[in-house]
């Protein structure tokens, strides 16, 4: 139990003070989306892998995923 308990508390954690960073307003559509796609990949990785190793890598599939989503959104505006 405290195994599965203690990433999906640190997930929560992590994207309940996401909205509260005070430079959040002044990124960009694309930085957003990079870092909502790092924490989602983060979380994914985790499931899916299991460790420090999975987690890590899903998130940075996750963050370049993102990046790529939030350039596609910017450049239509």
């Known amino acids: 139990m ?5 990433p999906v508390a640190a997930a929560l954690a992590a994207l309940v ?5 005070s430079t959040w307003d002044n990124l960009s559509g694309r930085e957003k989306a990079t870092v ?3 924490a989602a990949g983060g979380v994914v990785g985790r ?14 599939v996750g963050g370049v995923i ?7 959104r910017d450049d239509r505006r």
């Open 47 to 60: 499931a899916i892998g299991g460790g420090t190793l999975g987690t890590v890598g899903g998130a940075a």
């Open 17 to 21: 003070s996401l909205p509260g960073c």
């Open 36 to 38: 909502g796609g790092a």
């Open 2 to 6: 405290k195994t599965r308990f203690l």
């Open 66 to 72: 993102g990046n790529q989503v939030g350039k596609d």
